[in-house]
C-alpha cells in the first residue's frame, strides 16, 4: 500500500490503529523486534510505521539538508525542535519523511490516520515545528512499512506478528530501547514466553 492510497482510502481494515509486534521467527532484519503502528489496512494492503527504532540523524540535520536554515542558525533553534526526534519507519522510501503526529496540528496535506492522530509528510509541518510550534505529540519517520494485498494476513496466520489496539502515549514515548518489551507488556506477554513456534496471545 502506498501514501496515495492511505489518502483516498475510503473504509478502514481490521488491522487499522493495531500494533504489530514481531515474533521472534521473523527473519527479515528490517522488522526483528519491531514495535509497528499500522496506520491504514484494506483488500489492496496495508501501510504502517516501525516506531521503536532510532535514526543517526538530528532534527537540526534534517534542517540543514532541507537547506531550512544555515549551520550558524543551528544554535538559536528552539529547544523542542532541537530535540524533536527522528525515527525509521521502515525499510520503504526511506529518504523521505514523514510526521506522525496528535490532531492539534493539520495543514490541507494532513492525512488523518485515526480519531486523533495525523500524518502528514510535507515541508509545512517542518517549518512549524523549527519555529516552535506544530503538534503538541510528533515525531518524524524516515520511510515506511508495506504489505500488498493479503500479504500482512499471511504474516500474521503464519505467525510472523503479534496483534493488539495501539496505545497512543507509546507511539509517541521517546524512549525506544524498552518500547518493544513494554508493548508486549501490554498484552501480558514477555519477551521470554515467545518463540517462533509459538501460538498468538
Known amino acids: 500500500m502506498s501514501l496515495s492510497t ?25 522488522f526483528a523486534r519491531t514495535v509497528i503502528y499500522i496506520c491504514a489496512h484494506s483488500d489492496a494492503g496495508a501501510m504502517g510505521f516501525v516506531i521503536n527504532r532510532p535514526q543517526n540523524l538530528t532534527f537540526t540535520d534534517v534542517l540543514l539538508h532541507l537547506d531550512m536554515i544555515k549551520q550558524e542558525d543551528s544554535i538559536v533553534l528552539p529547544k523542542r525542535a532541537r530535540e524533536f526526534p527522528i525515527q525509521t519507519g521502515g525499510p ?19 492525512i488523518p490516520v485515526s480519531d486523533d492522530i ?6 509545512d509541518i517542518v517549518r512549524a515545528i523549527s519555529k516552535g510550534d506544530g503538534p503538541t505529540r510528533a515525531t518524524m519517520l524516515l520511510g515506511y512499512s508495506s504489505w500488498g494485498a493479503g500479504q500482512l494476513e499471511n504474516e500474521v496466520v503464519n505467525n510472523g506478528w503479534l496483534t493488539c489496539a495501539a496505545n497512543e502515549a507509546l507511539i509517541f514515548d521517546r ?5 518493544y518489551e513494554r508493548a508486549l507488556a501490554g498484552m501480558g506477554v514477555t519477551a521470554a514466553m515467545l518463540s517462533a513456534e509459538a501460538g498468538h496471545a
Open 6 to 30: 492511505l489518502k483516498n482510502r475510503r473504509e478502514r481494515g481490521f488491522f487499522d490503529g493495531q500494533f504489530l509486534i514481531a515474533m521472534p521467527g521473523i527473519e527479515d532484519r528490517n
Open 92 to 110: 520503504v522510501e526511506s529518504g523521505r519523511g514523514f510526521v506522525l503526529h496528535s490532531d492539534d496540528y493539520s495543514s490541507d496535506s494532513s
Open 118 to 123: 495525523c500524518l502528514t509528510a510535507t515541508l
Open 175 to 179: 524512549s525506544l530501547d524498552d518500547k
